[in-house]
């Protein structure tokens, strides 16, 4: 069983170019629910709706995240009312929306409904909130607001200073079912090229799961984020300095410290190596760009090898 701490976007490309490598029936996706939030009275999980319309080979190409051949005609009718358009919910994602708000009405866990929500897409890896309890990341901005994630990247853009990011309703979440299982049980670790502070940080914020990871016998490989002291895509760069972390390759490896055996970084960041080396994990440069297909499969074996060469 491989097992993958994922956040939106770069976990997706990464999740598919493992299940390139090794039967989709392996791999286990413990997803960011930090994102998440309720509007309009339902409750929304981006980054477990990224990973499954990803997957499921239904996502917005452009964006990434959303559905293709999506139409607003909710949206716009919901205007005529004054509801605030800064977050955007299409007609086709309102469907998933109701479906798994109705389901948690009922009293299924969130665990339970994202299995559901990727069963009906025909993805096979297992995904599972980091947590089935409610917990949020807020942002509090250097001019003290205290702002959700999503009304900070989403609404204003991530303009704004930060000074601090929370995961709030830490204190009382527990690991979904199966999440400590899976990482224990695992034959490797794999943290995907996810936003470190509000999508990984956010998963091991979740009492229970840093110590799996670190007890867990399986080799832990990472891969970075940045490439070329760059973000390859969102705002890990304004919020990684918060951290006190440095936007680079090096920096996130050490932002995760003792967790990581190993530390996939992109060729462009070759002379880092030692560096990284020198912190310890043992540091493999390779194409992390993951635009093809082929080149996510071959990042996930490069990976898969790397777990082996650390586990002896
Ligand atoms: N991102 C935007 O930039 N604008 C939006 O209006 C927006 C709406 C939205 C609705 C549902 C959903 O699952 C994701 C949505 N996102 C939007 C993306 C979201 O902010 C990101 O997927 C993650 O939260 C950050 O990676």
Redesign the pocket.
Known sequence: MYTVLA???GAARFLRGLTAAVPADEVVAIVNVG?DLTRLGLR????L??ITYWLGGVVHPA????RADERFTVAEELARFGHE??????DR?LAV?LHRTMRLREGAPLSVVSGEVARAFGVDVRLLPATDDEVATRITTADGRDLH??EY??RE?AAPEVAHVRLAGAEDARPAPGVVEALVDADAILIAPS?PV??IDTILAVPGIAEAVRTSPAPVVGVSPIIGGEVVR?MAHRLLPVVGAEVSAAGVAHHYGALLDGWVIDQQDAELRDVVAAAGPRCVATDTMMDDPAVAAALARTCLRLAEEVRR
Do not use: K
């Open positions: 956040g939106g976007v994102d929304i999980c981006p980054d709706d990224s964006q990434q995240w959303g358009p800064w977050f955007t919910l299409g994602d929306h994630f999503q990247w989403v853009r936003n509000v999508s969102g």
